[in-house]
């Protein structure tokens, strides 16, 4: 049974910092990309931070150069770590897991990805 659950989530303020992270279990970690997702009320999922099975990462521009996303394979773990957070980078942020040979290019493209968490809540706010 794939499980994939977030943990990290909380409030912020402007400037903050915040590291979530993902544990993984129930399929075979090495051959899936991680990405992370973000959606807010009424809005489509947007595609963060993604890193693939070779430890390449993909950013969304709006996050480029802010956030840090990695990928632990010994425990089956992912992480985004945030920095310089922005209001509008609040949201209910995802952990999803995609086989690679599905995801290939798309890389932020939820479609792709068929396994998902909860989701858990980051609002940044003074």
């Known amino acids: 049974q794939v499980q994939l659950a977030e943990t990290g989530g909380g409030l912020v303020q402007p400037g903050g910092s915040l590291t979530l992270s993902c544990a993984a279990s129930?399929?075979?970690?090495?051959?899936?990309?991680i990405a992370w997702f973000r959606q807010t009320p009424g809005q489509d999922r947007e595609g963060v931070a993604a890193v693939d099975v070779d430890g390449s990462t993909t950013y969304a521009v709006s996050v480029e150069g802010r956030f840090n996303v990695s990928r632990d394979g010994r425990i089956k773990r992912a992480y985004l770590q945030m920095n310089n957070l922005k209001p509008a980078d609040s949201g209910l942020y995802f952990c999803a897991a995609g086989a690679t040979w599905e995801v290939r290019g798309a890389k932020l493209t939820a479609h792709f990805y068929r396994n998902w968490g909860q989701g858990i809540q980051v609002t940044v706010s003074s």
């Open positions: 129930g399929f075979d970690f090495d051959d899936y990309d």
